[in-house]
């Protein structure tokens, strides 16, 4: 397997890993663009959001308040 391919490989398996809260996931995607939305799907770091997000919830949070925080600025182009 060449350089390239395992590249992409990475990059595919990224952009499929499941949800770990598919709950959240989706509250997360509903507030998002579908530019947004793909972007967060290949996102290495969703899980940790989910997961902090699961650890709010469960500590009785408003995780949908959260969330509206969260993607209340656009998330186009680079992190401000």
Do not use: C, F
């Not at 499929?16 to 998002?32: G, N, T």
């Not at 579908?34 to 799907?41: I, L, P, S």
Request: hydrophobic share 35%; proline share 4%; no cysteine.
């Amino acid at each position: 397997m060449g350089r390239g391919t395992g590249h992409l490989l990475n990059l595919w398996s990224a952009a499929i890993r499941p949800s770990i809260y598919p709950e959240i996931d989706r509250m997360v995607k509903e507030r998002l663009s579908a530019d947004e939305g793909k972007r967060y799907d290949r996102e290495y770091s969703r899980g940790v959001l989910q997961n902090k997000l699961r650890e709010l919830q469960l500590a009785r949070h408003d995780v949908q308040a959260l969330i509206d925080t969260i993607t209340a600025d656009s998330m186009e182009g680079p992190a401000r």
